[in-house]
C-alpha cells in the first residue's frame, strides 16, 4: 500500500479528495490516502513547500504561480488534474446590496448588470467622500482574486483604485462580513451560504456567470514526489477521477453531503453543504435559484488540467502586475 499525505481546506470542492478516501476509491488502487485538513491557503502552499505535504487540494493559480517563482518559498509544484469546474460565488453586505438593487431588477446570472450597480454605488461614495469598498479573497495567486478583478474591470471598476481588496482564509470570510470589516466577498462554497445563514450576507453573482464552465481548484503534486513516484500518482489520480464520477452523479449527493459535514472536514450542517453540491443556493435566506452548472466535479472535461486555463491566470498575473511578461514564461 503506498502512502500519500495530503492537505484539504474545509470547502465543497475538497469532495473529490475525501470521497476518493471515505468511499474507498483510494484503496482500491492500492493507495492509503492520508488527509490532513488546513486553515489557510498561505498554509497550504507554505507546508507544501516544505514536504509536509506530498499533494494537496490547491488554488489553481497556484501551481502557476510556483512556476513563475512568485512563492515566498521555492518549490516545484505540477498539476495533474482538475478537481471540478466553478464552485464560488461574490456575497455582499446585505445593506450593500439593498442600496444596488433599488428600483433595479438585479439577477445573480447577469453579473454585468450587478457590476453596473456596483460602479455607481462606488462613485457615489467616491462623491461623498467616503472609504472605499472592501472585499475580500482567499489568496492573491487564487481564481477568486483574479476574477474577481477581471468581473470589476469589465464593470467599469478599477479593483486597485476604486476598492480595496484583502486576503482572508475561506472560513472567515463570512464572520469578517458580520461585523463589518469587509463588503463583501469572493470564495467557494459552502461560505456564502454561511453567510446567507448568517443573515448579513446576499449572494450577487456566482462564479459560473463569470466565467462558464471555469477552473476551480487542481490536485497539486510536488514535482520531486511524482519523479520518485510515478506509478503511485497514476494510482491517485485513477482514484480521483472514479471518485469524481461517483461525486457527480445525483444519487449520491446526499451522501456526499453527509460525508463532508463531518467534524473531520467541514464541520458543517448537511444541508449548508448540500445547496452548492445540487446548485441550488439560497441567495438571501428567502429567495432560492437553481444553477444547473454551480459545480461540475465530473462532466465537462472537469478534471482535465487545461493548458489554456493555466494561460488564462498568467494573462490576469501579468495584467495585474503580479509578474512581468517574458516568453520563456509561457512555456
Known sequence: MDHIAAGFLPLMDSAI???AKICGFAEEEGIDLSLVRETSWANMRDRMAVGHF???????PMPVAASLNLLPISV???????????GNAVTLNRTLWDEMSDDKDLDIMRPADVGKALREIIEKRKGRG???????????????????????YACGINPNQDVEIIILPPSLMPDALSLGRIDGFCVGEPWNTV???????????VKSAIWHSSPEKVLALREGFYTKNPEST???IRALYKAASWCSKPENKGSLAEILSRETFLNLPQKVILSGLIGVLSLDGKENRKIDDFFVPFECAATFPWQSH??????Q???WHMINHEEDNIE
Request: aromatic letters at 8%; charged letters at 20%.
Open 17 to 19: 479528495l475525501v470521497a
Open 130 to 152: 467616503e472609504e472605499k469598498l472592501c472585499f475580500g479573497v482567499v489568496h492573491p495567486h487564487s481564481g477568486h482574486n483574479l476574477e474577481l478583478r477581471y468581473w470589476l
Open 234 to 236: 497514476q494510482k491517485l
Open 195 to 205: 453567510a446567507v445563514k448568517k443573515g448579513q450576507g446576499r449572494i450577487a453573482t
Open 54 to 60: 506530498d499533494a494537496a487540494h490547491m488554488l489553481a
Open 310 to 315: 493555466a494561460l488564462w491566470f498568467y494573462s
Open 76 to 86: 516545484k509544484l505540477i498539476a495533474p488534474m482538475a478537481l471540478g469546474l466553478g
Open 317 to 319: 498575473m501579468v495584467k
